[in-house]
């Protein structure tokens, strides 16, 4: 299955921080107040879904004060003005399952996890439209830095949420130790691995699971489970699980689970280009002709992932087949717990080797208007529901009192999905991020 050929001609592309956003003059009488922006004149998505036409959004020092209409809305005579007219702008993204660090091209390794490496990934993911991210696995102190970092003026890449090591113990015991560990570092969410990898691994035991769960709430965390199948979605739920990680990938999901989880308001993310980037690869993708996705990618990586003889590995490979047929299940089921009132968060399981930070991001976005959603309900997902779903209270939508984390996009995605990619400028905490030369 290849994914289907982006067609960009059909939208506008503008790359990020070129042209478009500009600052009126203020005039010489009065003079500007740092920190104090003015942007006027755009269509702003507030949430993914609610419209304010030709508004007006006043930023003080990295936070909105006011949003609204232009009649109703006064632009203090010192702000800087940014002229949107004729742009939308919509909340950045917010990917609620990433990874960051322990990769740089093909290459993995806990070693390549330094400061470095995650600015240069933070800032990638922020060029392709996503300025949170939460890491949910194998992150340490540096990340932990760097989240306790972001909150100053100015930022200049993605925000960071970090889940620190994966936990896998083997006893209840074991399980109530590394959860202590965990919150003693001061993780955001506790991941857990409970599937059995296809069959190659020793699947987490109930009673293991249920003790990192209630060791978790003990500390105030919530907890985030790798999964694949249906039977074990469920017993997570019943467990008192906070967010599934994946999709249900083995079977069409039921209404028991979509009951469940809509009572105990659990929600999941579909991590779609997951599964495609276990297969993608067993011949020439697509996208590797797009110039949104070339202008942010070293040539020689595609040069390894376009080789012969890997794409044969690919091709002959049990587990990238049997995901490959997964990604169908994955796909029905996101429009099944969607239609059912399950709420979904938007993440993508990057950051591993071959799947690109941000661009496959906007890939998910089209994805999962593939498997039946609205242009609305995938922003929704990517913005309102994943800050809701992660509890991360100032991001998300376009409000007062929130950080002024915005992408301002020279076509209006509720028309196309794909116009999330007419990408002008992105703006973190209300200052745009540089260009890359």
Same mark, same amino acid.
């Given at each position: ?15 990020? %921080?070129?042209? %478009? ?5 203020? &005039? ?38 006011? $949003? ?24 950045? !993204? ?10 740089? &091209? ?19 993911? +922020? ?54 560990? $965990?919150?003693?570092? *001061? ?28 060791? +978790?709430?003990?500390? %105030? ?6 999964? !694949? ?13 906070? !967010? ?48 949104? !996705? ?17 794409? $044969?590995? $690919? ?25 059912? *009132?399950?709420?979904?968060?938007? &993440? ?81 905490? *209300? ?7």
């Amino acid at each position: 299955m290849k994914l289907r050929r982006t067609n960009l001609a059909a939208i506008t592309f503008i790359a990020l %921080g070129f042209g %478009g956003c500009t600052s009126e003059p203020s &005039g010489s009488v009065t003079p500007t107040t740092p920190g104090l922006k003015a942007f006027i004149g755009a269509r702003i998505i507030i949430d993914g879904s609610r419209v304010v036409e030709s508004g007006v959004i006043i930023v003080q020092d990295g936070r909105i004060t006011e $949003v609204g209409e232009a009649e109703t809305v006064t632009v203090p005579a010192d702000a800087e003005r940014v002229d949107l007219a004729g742009r939308v702008v919509v909340p950045g !993204f917010i990917n609620t399952h990433g990874h960051v660090g322990a990769t740089r &091209g093909l290459e993995s390794s806990q070693d390549l996890y330094t400061r470095d490496n995650l600015l240069r990934q933070l800032d990638l993911y +922020a060029r392709y439209g996503v300025t949170t991210v939460f890491s949910l696995g194998n992150d340490d102190k540096i990340g932990l830095d760097l989240r306790d970092e972001q909150n100053a003026n100015p930022l200049s890449r993605a925000r960071l949420f970090v889940a620190g090591p994966v936990l896998n113990p083997s006893t209840p015991e074991e399980a109530r130790i590394a959860v202590d560990e $965990v919150a003693n570092m *001061g993780v955001d969410i506790v991941k857990i691995r409970v599937d059995d990898n296809l069959g190659s691994t020793t699947k987490m035991p109930e009673a293991v699971y249920r003790a990192v769960i209630d060791q +978790a709430h003990e500390h %105030g965390l919530r907890v985030a489970a790798h999964l !694949f199948y249906l039977d074990d979605a469920k017993a997570l739920v019943k467990a008192g699980v906070d !967010f599934l990680a994946h999709s249900i990938r083995d079977v069409d999901v039921d209404q028991e689970l979509i009951d469940l989880m809509v009572e105990q308001n659990i929600c999941l993310t579909p991590t779609l280009l997951r599964e495609v980037s276990t297969f993608v690869y067993e011949s020439r993708p697509n996208f590797f002709d797009d110039p949104f !996705f070339l202008q942010h990618v070293d040539p020689d990586v595609l040069t390894q992932l376009e080789d012969p003889e890997r794409q $044969v590995q $690919v091709q002959n490979s049990s587990s990238a087949q049997q995901y490959k047929a997964a990604l169908d299940i994955a796909m029905r089921n996101v429009k099944a717990l969607a239609d059912g *009132g399950v709420r979904i968060a938007f &993440g993508t399981d990057t950051g591993p080797v071959g799947r690109f930070q941000g661009y496959f991001e906007q890939l998910e976005l089209e994805r999962m208007v593939d498997a039946g959603l609205t242009a609305e309900q995938v922003l929704v997902t990517a913005t309102r529901d994943a800050a809701a779903c992660m509890q991360t209270e100032d991001v998300g939508t376009l409000e007062a009192g929130k950080w002024a984390d915005l992408l301002v996009l020279s076509a209006d995605p509720l028309d196309d999905i794909l116009n999330t990619r007419a990408i002008e400028s992105v703006w973190i905490a *209300g200052n745009q991020i540089p260009t890359l030369n």
